[in-house]
């Protein structure tokens, strides 16, 4: 028998006789391989949860870079979710991105629950993030706002605690007896003023900040390859063509 790698065959059979096969063939997502990649480079564990046979799931993971040792194929919704449970034994973070009801049991048990806008309800709702652009790219746009927005908040506080630790003393009246200096109420009030205004401004660059890395990782991003794909990294029009050969029906390469 032919090497089918990721395509699904289904039987047609005419009075209990087989008529025929046809093949089935799902289009990857363009970015599919580009993101697999970049998620390696900063760390990040990645892993494939199918519910078609080991040989698909392993031939589509060999397309987009992910070891065959990181496959799950076979999976049923429970066993997306006992995997899960097992990555997190170990104190790792675990996201999961997925659009379908069988992947809703597992974006619910994952720290962080990803999913597609073009997925089922019972996926959106259980997830933390939902792409609205349905592109698995935006996966790295969501990761990358995330680190920035924390970045942020952290300097926003340590500007805050700064500002105020030097600010109350003097405020307070500490340098009257050394320089004869004390803050008037309207000037305190000008400088608490001014503080606000740091903080706003330096969140407004956040902005700015995420435009640039932005237009960074689209000028990183290679050609566009179309391979096949599965599960999450399949894309969600899917093309099938047939003809006939041999007295089968197969599909068009």
């Known amino acids: 028998m032919e090497d089918l790698n990721n395509q699904s065959v289904v039987y047609v059979g005419v009075d209990n006789t087989l008529a025929g096969c046809i093949y089935v063939e799902d289009q990857i997502r363009e970015d599919a ?6 998620l390696s480079r900063q760390g990040i564990g990645v892993y494939m949860l199918s519910g078609d046979q080991k040989s698909a799931a392993e ?5 987009v870079g992910i070891p065959k040792e990181r496959v799950l194929s076979g999976a049923k919704p429970a066993e997306k979710k ?3 449970n097992e990555l997190q034994k170990d104190q790792n973070i675990v996201a999961m991105v997925g ?4 992947d809703a049991a597992a974006l619910a048990s994952s720290h962080i629950g990803v999913a597609m806008g073009g997925c089922v309800g019972a996926a959106s709702e259980v997830s933390s993030v939902v792409l609205m652009g349905n ?4 996966l790295l746009d969501a990761l990358e706002l995330s680190r920035l927005t924390m970045k942020t908040v952290k300097q926003n506080l340590w500007w805050a605690f700064a500002y105020n630790i030097v600010g109350i003393p003097i405020a307070a009246g500490m340098l009257l007896p050394v320089t004869g200096t004390i803050l008037t109420p309207s000037i305190a009030g000008a400088l608490m003023g ?3 205004i740091g903080v706003m401004a330096n969140s407004l660059l956040l902005r700015f900040i995420f435009s640039s890395k932005q237009k960074q990782i689209s000028g990183a991003a290679p050609p566009i390859k179309i391979n096949l794909d599965y599960d999450q990294l399949l894309d969600s029009k899917e093309k099938m063509k047939y003809a006939i050969s041999d007295g089968k029906w ?3 390469r």
């Open 33 to 38: 391989e580009f993101v697999v990649e970049t």
């Open 59 to 63: 031939y589509v993971a060999s397309l």
């Open 82 to 84: 006992r995997f899960i």
């Open 99 to 102: 659009d379908g009801i069988n």
């Open 135 to 138: 592109k698995l790219s935006q």
């Open 194 to 196: 001014l503080s606000s």
């Open 250 to 252: 197969r599909q068009k």
